[in-house]
């Protein structure tokens, strides 16, 4: 095999036959237990099963091809399925599909400005803060299914022996769930517990809400279909606000997932790829009749635990799932909701970081406040906006502990007062800076020395200009030494006069600098602080 093909499907070196024999059957786990879990979040969402199973074949098949990361599983997940909820049940399913296009679009513009490097800028918290919401989301979602006539979106709960054998179900393929892996992994559990349920309904006459009861999945391939929406002012009006929603949820989800994979199969995934790759398969999907979708952790790793690292697996997933999907429907029809909803409180239990529960009373009070903002804030509002809102709050908890370390020792060397700074000098930092100096009983040559500190920003450069016009007036002499040449351009033109700048060893700081060295002469930042 050629290096360039070898490169192509994500592997490291030459297949051999029992490797391209373990990507198949991979991807024929992947696709059994991708069925259950696309038809569970399609009804989570409001629309038919096969609007799930349509877009878990799509970008399913689309990422696998191209995506930034080979063995990554994708398709139709909650965290979508539960922002598509209100938009389906006010607007309906043909403004979900226009959405999902204009999700393809902002995450297209998102790879294009390489927009996923920023996914290294949450914290820890957010991120324990973030799965844990969206378990209880996936959670609180499953309730519906316990009302009458859940595809309506029920009126009242069940009661009596109904009640009882909706739990009696559920309970059971949580049990299959968890007993069955201690004997045997060759099936996916998910799968065997479905059959059996199943089975059980089937055979045993128990008369019990089916998928087949909420719409029929029977089907051929996706044909492409322009959204019927108007096209005018007020369609945009309602659809952006979601596309955003889902595309910052979607992307967010998958390069998180990505990152996990990375720490598994100890390379790297290209997070630029992985936008356009997610990109491009929502704005396909949503011409195709297809609920959009992003990067699955549980199936991801499930691929990956059953040998698929390379890209045959993904795409031999998608297409035994439209095999599944063109001659199986008559099956996944008579499948009771009560086994879905059991898969999904094993997703939930499997999603939840109980770890989080221990940890929070040893972490900082801080980050144990992020944690449970971030949780409460995707179920109160939604994921993206969590996340946005715990990154937020954990940039101002990092300002005001950065702010805390700004000081100085004070000597005297050679007849001048010497203050070497420690800490970052930025807006936070100003008051405790200032307050480190007294002019008027300071001595006549003052010197302020930058090595162990750094000007972060503007506010920084404002407060070091308003300093030496101080000391200007006061008709004493301030040396600034050990400053980044940045910093000694803005200040050579605004406050020359005024101070004197050491040019001895000043250093050319590259803290900021990617591996590639964009930032020549000593410019670290978008700013050139």
Not at 23 to 48: C, D, M, N, Q, R
Not at 194 to 208: A, P, Q, T, Y
């Amino acid at each position: 095999m050629s290096e360039k093909f070898l490169r192509l499907i994500g592997a490291k070196e030459a297949l051999s036959i029992d490797k391209v024999k373990t990507e198949i059957l991979s991807g024929l786990t992947v696709a059994l237990a991708l069925v259950p879990e696309a038809v569970a979040f399609a009804i989570v969402a409001g629309v038919v099963p096969l609007v799930g199973l349509y877009a878990a074949f799509i970008v399913g098949l689309i990422t696998a091809i191209w995506g930034g990361r080979p063995g990554m599983i994708s398709g139709a997940t909650g965290a979508l399925a539960v922002v598509m909820v209100s938009l389906v049940a006010v607007h309906g399913v043909e403004y979900l599909f226009a959405t999902v296009v204009l999700m393809g679009i902002f995450q297209l513009l998102a790879g294009v400005f390489h927009l996923g490097k920023f996914i290294r800028m949450v914290p820890h918290p957010v991120m324990l803060g973030f799965v844990n919401g969206l378990a209880i989301v996936i959670f609180l979602a499953q309730l519906n299914q316990f009302k009458v006539n859940p595809s309506d979106g029920g009126s009242a709960w069940l009661e009596g022996s109904s009640l009882y054998m909706m739990l009696g179900l559920v309970w059971l393929t949580m049990v299959i769930m968890v007993v069955l892996p201690r004997f045997t992994k060759a099936v996916p559990a998910p799968l065997v517990a479905i059959v059996v349920v199943s089975l059980i309904v089937i055979f045993g006459g128990i008369d019990v809400s089916t998928v087949g009861d909420v719409a029929s999945v029977a089907g051929g391939l996706p044909e492409f279909h322009i959204p019927m929406v108007p096209f005018e002012f007020s369609t945009l009006a309602i659809i952006v606000p979601y596309a955003l929603i889902l595309a910052a949820i979607g992307l967010i989800e998958s390069l998180l997932t990505m990152n996990l994979v990375n720490d598994i199969l100890k390379t790297r995934g290209g997070a630029t790829k992985e936008c356009l790759a997610q990109g491009a398969s929502n704005l396909v999907t949503g011409f195709f009749g297809g609920m959009g979708g992003c990067a699955m952790i549980g199936q991801s790793m499930i691929n990956v635990k059953s040998g698929g690292t390379t890209r045959i697996s993904g795409i031999a997933a998608a297409i035994f799932l439209l095999i599944i999907i063109l001659f199986a429907s008559g099956l996944i029809e008579q499948i009771p909701l009560a086994a879905l909803v059991g898969v999904m409180f094993m997703v939930v239990i499997g999603t939840f970081a109980w770890n989080s529960l221990k940890t929070i009373r040893t972490m900082r009070i801080a980050d144990g406040i992020v944690l449970v903002l971030v949780t409460f804030v995707t179920v109160w509002q939604d994921l993206a906006i969590a996340v946005i809102v715990g990154v937020i709050v954990s940039a101002l908890v990092f300002a005001w502990d950065a702010a805390k370390r700004m000081d100085a020792t004070v000597t005297d060397e050679s007849g001048s007062h010497i203050y070497k700074l420690h800490g970052p000098l930025f807006f936070g930092s100003i008051d405790s800076f200032t307050a480190l100096f007294n002019v008027d009983d300071d001595h006549q040559d003052v010197v302020i020395d930058f090595m162990d500190s750094r000007v972060w920003d503007h506010s920084g450069i404002e407060a070091i200009e308003a300093l030496a016009a101080k000391y200007h007036l006061a008709g004493k002499i301030l040396h600034l030494k050990h400053l980044s040449v940045d910093c000694q351009n803005l200040l050579n033109k605004s406050a020359r006069q005024m101070v004197e700048i050491s040019k001895i060893e000043d250093p050319s700081y590259r803290v900021a600098a990617d591996y590639k060295g964009h930032f020549p002469n000593g410019v670290d930042d978008d700013n050139g602080h």
